[in-house]
């Protein structure tokens, strides 16, 4: 087996993981911050992940990426790659790729990612005392498999927004970093696709990671971990990479959640979808937690977003976070300085999404994350609830420039209720894409030139 030799100090290949069928805006953004090119071959997307080519001179500007929840440094990958029919044929294989690659130069370049490392911790313990330690195990035999985190691209994770949290406002301080002259302590995770492989995700990672430890005497901790290794066995493929970040970057912006808490990295590749300009005028009619209109406030702060929801316990979760932010300006934007801060240019009020308090043609960019039918709501209101917002939504948008962008696992009643009002609403692109295991649709949306009037409030507005 030909293993190239990585070159900590050149040029690398960089994974990242992405909501599954949003690939082609998360590649969109890495070529914008990252590469500096619109050449479109320079980078790779499959599902649920983006590669590209980075340095270590990147490594600050890959973790403020906003549109991927994961990266990953590619330590080796096998394309075609035949598995061998027996198992022990297969351990084999696994303990001579281990002996084959350059533990020393994955050590470097995991130094060089150190300062950008942030601890692992859960937004939603945020501010709570840390629990005792767990007994550590060295043993290579303890080298256990699979990625058990919730910090995984959406394509495996669970159901968007399953986090609970009560209505508490949180203290918080900025992360801990990982020190640099740490020991190394470290876990391998294995995912295997399909099932034609003859070794299981169990046996591959104890097999790979005890080969690693005889090789590196790293010590072995799968909970305190500050190194991963991950190992992915494919239908035709193997590759192995380091994990570049020990949770998700989706966490962030959040610290009181609902019942359905969209990531924040779908919310970004929602708004980049939209080509949100200087001065528009952004409003999510169902704001929920807020997670959309926070982070265009944060992406794209010359702009006014204003945030809504008729459930009142969901409207002050969004002011809370909103607050939250304007008082911990570390903990969601590292661009602004603490002593010439500015607020969120974001406003939260309670509302009627069908009988919007708002003059028509007022907005410019309208992006939501319906109710799914599911955890909120059923489908049978949505047939009523989606054709009233739809009509809504077109008359406070812009005639010919008004743009939404909306998410919903319903694809079939906002598809009636799209067809039923084409003469305000046109689809430009609707996307597949996996949130929580469940395949939702986005739905890009064009405003036609047709006005619509609500004769009670235009009058009066028309009055003044």
């Not at 790779?44 to 992940?49: D, P, S, Y």
């Not at 990612?113 to 005392?129: F, H, I, M, V, W």
């Not at 767990?134 to 691209?153: I, Q």
């Amino acid at each position: 087996m030909n293993v190239e030799r990585l070159n900590p100090d050149g040029i690398v290949s960089i994974s990242a993981s992405v909501t599954t069928g949003m690939e082609d805006v998360a590649a969109t953004e890495v070529k914008s911050k990252i590469l500096n090119t619109s050449d479109k071959h320079a980078v790779t997307a499959k599902q649920g992940r983006v590669y590209f080519k980075a340095t270590k001179k990147s490594l600050s500007d890959l973790h403020s990426l906003r549109s991927v929840d994961r990266l990953y440094l590619v330590i080796h990958t096998v394309e075609n790659y035949v598995y061998p029919e027996s198992k022990v044929a297969a351990e084999e294989d696994l303990s001579k790729l281990a002996s084959s690659i350059d533990w020393d130069s994955v050590t470097q370049f995991w130094r060089y990612n150190l300062p950008y490392l942030k601890a692992r911790s859960r937004q939603e313990d945020l501010g709570k005392k840390p629990s005792k330690k767990r007994k550590v195990k060295e043993s290579a035999h303890d080298v256990l498999a699979g990625d058990n985190s919730t910090d995984d691209d959406e394509s495996g994770n669970p159901m968007n927004g399953s986090h609970k949290h009560d209505d508490i406002p949180i203290e918080m301080t900025a992360l801990p970093i990982v020190e640099s002259k740490a020991p190394i302590s470290f876990r391998v995770s294995t995912n295997r696709v399909g099932k034609n492989q003859p070794i299981t995700s169990p046996e591959a990672s104890y097999k790979f990671g005890g080969k690693i430890q005889d090789i590196t005497n790293w010590k072995v901790d799968l909970t305190g971990y500050n190194l991963e290794v991950l190992l992915c066995l494919g239908l035709n493929s193997l590759e192995v990479t380091l994990a570049l970040t020990l949770q998700s970057l989706h966490r962030r912006n959040i610290t009181h959640f609902g019942i359905t808490t969209l990531r924040p990295t779908t919310a970004y590749n929602m708004l980049q979808l939209c080509d949100i300009q200087p001065g528009d005028v952004v409003i999510d009619p169902m704001c929920g937690t807020g997670a959309i209109p926070i982070e265009g406030a944060l992406e794209w702060p010359n702009n006014f977003y204003i945030a809504g929801d008729i459930v009142k316990a969901a409207a002050k979760r969004c002011r809370c976070n909103v607050e939250f932010l304007d008082e911990n300006v570390m903990f969601g934007r590292k661009f602004i300085d603490k002593t010439n801060r500015k607020n969120l240019l974001l406003d939260t009020i309670r509302w009627d999404t069908t009988n919007l308090p708002l003059k028509s043609s007022s907005a410019d960019v309208i992006v939501s994350d319906l109710p799914f039918g599911k955890r909120v709501g059923s489908k049978v209101d949505n047939r009523k609830l989606y054709p009233a917002i739809l009509q809504e939504m077109a008359r406070v948008t812009r005639p010919e420039t008004g743009r939404a962008c909306l998410l919903t696992q319903d694809k079939r009643t906002i598809i009636r209720a799209l067809s039923a009002l084409n003469q305000f609403w046109t689809v430009r692109k609707t996307l597949s894409v996996n949130i929580g295991g469940l395949t939702a649709g986005v739905f890009l949306l064009k405003r036609t030139k047709n006005s619509v009037q609500r004769p009670h409030i235009d009058e009066h507005n028309s009055a003044d």
